[in-house]
């Protein structure tokens, strides 16, 4: 009766809520357009199919890193040490494509197995030992990084001993698209698909949103977080095989300084810092605009020296955004609530 | 015995759903249960009632597999099991609804409901139509309308404890237990609430409900089991009891002792508050409180109590009105200039906002007065050790030493703690939320001695509490908040629980 | 019931593991904790002087300063941020901004003093900026300083692109004061840059363990509520700590820049999480409200004189960072093994009962 | 300057020029310090000065941070000097940050030899510039090369490494002036990809959208020349019309000379760097020869070298020789 009455404008509410959340996704989806069109307009050559392959490839390795750092940070968890991850991976292919002449698509196996191998040391000491993961993620970038260099040890991989069949990932195209955003797609389309539809995946986001409640809801805590830290370092393994193959070649520099980059994509594609909420498909959206945005910029013939400067400020943007939209969010939410209440 | 012959008294023919024997658990210093015992048996709505602190939560988490019972034994369908955790007793069938609902935020109000048993289709995919049609179901049957696709975010409290009340249903659990499912809600959603367990009855399930409403102990429950101090007192057919019986069981005294109340004379006004409002909170609250007297202010969970407590305070910033400390104006969203007006505030929830609880117990005491006990901008550390030296035995506090963390003391000492942090101020004005909220009967007769001596010395108290014997037993004057408006100013004469009760719901009592 | 409600609105807060938590294993923790630093200590220079035959000379703590110095200044307003409960990974580009602006400034001819004074009121600003929208706006800090990473280094690229100052032409830096990159405090063995930094500890530690602002700081990093209703200006507080790291960045630009009698955009360049290390090294806790400046104090000499006797030894740098990985993940990982070990004996107890 | 007549080829060993009788000291300690421990070209250069320096019954330590920065390199000077080393070969990953360590090294006597990225510290110290090949020559036949490759017409640009490497800063300088000779080619941009593969990527990705009817590149370093070189390889299309040139090591361009992505890019042998570097250290150290110019030094299997006049921006140095020019026909003989 009157209880009806007065709580239809919270059900009324809620579509522009969905709508709201969604516009996280399409809020940016809509600044790389924009980016691309402003581009375009003094570089009509901006648009151009190639140059659209060439910003998915850009942006595809980060995109991928930020699909395994999204799956740790919903659970209120960091993984900084995708950077080394990616690095040691992809030397140590290389190394073995080198020396042991092995088939190309081992080279993928072996990058995922390295980096599954360094997330779970990471998921183990984080929920196991209760260790702060930013602080053991920190300490495993500079552990991974100094062994990739004592592996490497001035050498080099060059083009000639990598596999053409493994190269040509990094460069060949389906109907225009290249093999590189292809995979990337499919792997944030899949666990996208996994952190939506099964069960394993909402216990990420409710891990993240409550933990005290998500342990009261008996659900798997150390185990899901566990899974988290592996996934993220399988997939900046295979990252590893992917810039392997893209750049044909490799030393000890591989991926240094990526984890932040990766982390700012990640904020940037609207997933919560500390945890329970946030998509796949932002994070990778969020990677996708900041290489639009460095492209852009060298495109729209600035000055090379503005390129961080621009991008740092846009960084501090889109997270403004972002919080914005929370706020209001919350606000519509907060003030739907009660009117029910006069009975 | 008197348990078990109250049980035998009521379903002779039955084999008890759940028996829970002589538990025991201790939190450090605080043992939270000595005896816990409970038979429950299958169709009835069995009432748990005790004073804060009693042990109800505890005994409640132990049946969820969240505590594990120091000694005891529980036995679910006569088979003796021991939890290993809150799946285990899900599993088992029991579903549980917490005293503080435990909700996901970010979640949609569905899947808070069914997280981790999710409905799933082929291929284990979670069926979200199905889950949103199975919320708007159980929603149905509790006749509330909320939008399962909402996030829980934002959600007011006796939304939080509706969607609380939805999970534990969807459990269709054979055992259902509630720890004061209704202090959040309205008469109309109590009404339903108990519709709602009489149809889990019919169908054979046993639902424990806890409540500090006595009325609803009475309405709807076959029989009742009483604790007190953590002890199992007695568990008797509803019929055969009376309302005081269970008052005297329960605190184990009478109640004058547990209110103590010298008469006074109040002052002049040290508190005025002028149409103060804050933005979809609470509106237009005027009241003034005179030094000598204990101001209430009463009405269900959610009122909008505490926020109110929280703008006079400086908390939360007020969008209009006046808040006036002795005549003097204070500035909108200052906590530091209302503390230096005179003004204290004891928090409701203590371990959230009333401590560090990995400080010193001396150190909190001190944090609120730092300046006044350092020289030349260094805290004297003697002079910080004295003051903890004076307000401890003063408040009678229990510990083992003053260095110890309050984390390791029992809520009522904790409590004090926090008395000691705002009376070293010597504040005019002390404002005091749930002032005994999970405290064990024995302090919470100290604290209101406490009360009782700063008013009887002439300070002014505005005491916000949800529970009617206290707030009748201690107050002057009692003001009912109700969706965040004032519905009543009451003198200590007019003032008793079906007034009260009518204010705070704007129902008539009859219904809840 | 209603501060579960506000939990619910307010969950941006991360929760401390329960191992944080609990009181006893913090001061147990602690007290293990500066003596183990200084039993570190002890070991590194005790290896050092019989690894290496140069360790003992007295140039090997004059360089250390020169090393670590300037780095270990960044990290005492950093061990008061992350008191806390905050981050501030800007301030290596800070440093890099400041050195800038003053390359910039005497590249046109303006006096030192003048120059530095300007780089100083820059990193003002800047730590400003990273107070307004973490303490004001209410934007997640890690968030917030991986923006200003990028945008005060990207803004000391713009200040001096690809030209190092002084470059042809221009007048090199008063010779009076680059000579502190050279020469120690007279008397000693000590570089000014390390003697500055220790001075500033005494301060540091001194606000932090025995005055109001300070213990202010710990309740707010502990439970950052209690601390708002026991009338601490915590926003206000937060802000000012900010703003302190952007000037002692800055400051530590200056230094920099003088003791390398020169300065480009890349000085300091990928230094923050050095920083954050030996914070972190040092027993400070990142949930925030734990730590001492002693423990940061002997974490910055523990790291210094590690670099010093390893490249004397001629370890490759590669094995050095690996060492300060596991130095790293030891110092968390120790503290909380009681913790850890006990929980595992529950759950296998938990297991049991099971069956 | 007039350097490039004046630079000596190994071929004409010239006995002009002072150079006092003394033999070179035995036993010398000589600390190597490269940008960083791992950059494979500057390996390969520490060989050549380990070779050189077991020739002359001396010792090499090569010792440098992981990562490119001043800050890295400072504790191996100071290792340096702690050692009481008798001469420090160093490739700057800044010009002037060092500086004032490498007085101090100097002022104990330690000889100052710089290789490959020089410093620019005035006289403090005084320090001989092993140049690789004459900066001006680097600088105009890259763009000879180039010009020969697009006869003469079309819009160039340049891939460098970081903004403020100072190798590449002089190279580009004399790129510029080279250009002047060229009125139909036009530099429209120069980006850096601070020696670092994906960076490279990203600007150069950025640089072809820009600039869709770029006929050049020229990247004088060797990430650079490589990345540009794998994407070429890989987008065969623009191969058509645009065309790559540079400095790189022929191990890693081997592919790309053979499948014809790349016509010819230059180098110097990098060991040969290294092992003038290490004969030019343990002379100064000896007293053998001295920075003045036209003083002479034997670099062993390489010949002898003389000391060229201070230059603008570079001090005293000495020339390896002209930069060998990589094509088809000869990449093969090379293993570096
Ligand atoms: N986690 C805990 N740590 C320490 N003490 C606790 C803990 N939980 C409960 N206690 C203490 O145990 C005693 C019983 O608490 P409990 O919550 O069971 O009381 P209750 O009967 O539920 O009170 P209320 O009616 O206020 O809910 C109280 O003194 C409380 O302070
Ligand atoms: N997290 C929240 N989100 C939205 N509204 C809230 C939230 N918490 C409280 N409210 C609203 O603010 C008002 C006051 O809530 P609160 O529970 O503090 O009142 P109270 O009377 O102090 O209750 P208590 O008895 O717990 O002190 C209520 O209208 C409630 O619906
Ligand atoms: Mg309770
Ligand atoms: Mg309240």
Redesign the interface.
Known sequence: MTTQTARRPSGLMSSRVSDFLRAREVGIALLVVVIVVVTTVNNHHFADSASIQQMLTGASLIALLGVGETMVIVTRNVDLSVGSVLGLSAYIIGDLFKHQHIPAWSGFVVGIAIGAAVGAVNGFITTVLRVPSLVVTLAMLYIIRGLDGVIVNGKTIDPDVIPASFTAVGYKTVFGVPWLAIIVVVVVIAVGYAMRTFRAGRDLYAIGSNPDAAALAGIPIERRVFTAFVVSGALAGLGGALFLALHAQVDNSGGIGYELTVVAAVVVGGVAIFGGSGTVVGAALGALLLNTISQALVASKISAFWNQAIAGALLLAAIGFDRWLTVRLTKRLRSSEGAHRDV | MAGDGGARGALPTEEPVLVLEHAQKSFGAVQALEDGSITLYPGEAHALVGENGAGKSTLVKILAGVHRPDAGRLLINGAAVSLAGPAAARDAGVSIIYQEPTLFPDLSVAENIFIGRQPTGPGHRIDRAEMRRLTREIFARLGVELDPNRPARGLSVADQQIVEIAKALSFNANVLVMDEPTAALTGVEVERLFTVMATLRGQGAAVLFISHRLEEVFACSQRVTIMRDGRFILTAPIAEVTIDDIIRSMVGRDLDALFPKTETQPGDAVLEVDHLSSQGVFEDISFTVRSGEIVALAGLVGAGRSEVARAVFGIDRRTSGKVLLAGEELPNGQPGAAMAAGMALVPEDRRQQGLVMDMGIDQNIALASLRRLSSFGLIRRSSERALAKTWAPRLQLKFGTLRNAVSTLSGGNQQKVVLGKWLAREPRLLIIDEPTRGIDVGTKAEVHRILDGLVADGMAVLMISSELPEVLGMADRVLVIREGRMTADLTRAEADEQTIMRAATGVSSEAA | MSDVSTDVVQSQVPAPAPAERSVQTWWRGLARWETGLFVVLVAVIVFGASESSDFLQTSTLFYLGINVGYIAIMALPMTFVVMTGEIDLSVASMLGLSGATVGLLWHHGWGIWPAFLVALLVGALGGALNGVLVAKVGLPSIAVTIGTLTLFRGLAEILLGSQTVPGLGDRSFPASLTKIGVLPVSGTQLSYSLVIFLVLAVVFGVVLHATPLGRSMIAIGLQPEAARFAGIGVNTIKLGLFVVSGVLSAFAGILLTLQNASVSYSAGIGLELNVVAIVLFGGVSIFGGRGTILGVVLSVAIVGSLQMALTQMQVQPEVQSIITGILLLISVVVPNSGEAVRRVRETLARRRARI | SSSSNNSNSPSTPSGGGSSSGTSIKSGLTVYYIPK?????YE?LADKGGQKALSELGGKV?V?????D????Q???I??A???NADAIVIAGN????????L??AAQQGIAIVSFDSDI?C?SSPNHLFINQANTQQIGTSEVDLLAKEINKTGQIAILSA???ATNQ?AWIKYMKQQLTKYPKMKLV????GN????TS???L??????Y?NLRGIISPTTVGI??AA??L???KSLLSHLTLTGLGLP??M???VHDGTVKAFELWNPSDLGYLAGYAAASLASGVTTLSPGSTFKAGTLGTYKVLPPAA?TGPSVVLGPPTVFTKANIDQFNF
């Open positions: 960083d421990t791992q950059n494979p390996v330590v010792s440098s941070g992981s990562q920065t001043a800050a890295a400072l504790p191996s100071q290792a000097i702690q050692a800044d010009p002037s940050a060092l500086c004032p360590a007085n101090q620019t005035g970081a903004a403020s800063n941009s120069t980006v850096y020696d670092d593969p994906a990527l990203t600007v990705q950025g640089l072809l959208s820009a869709p490589s990345t794998q994407y390889d890989t987008h191990s890693q081997k592919q790309y921006g």
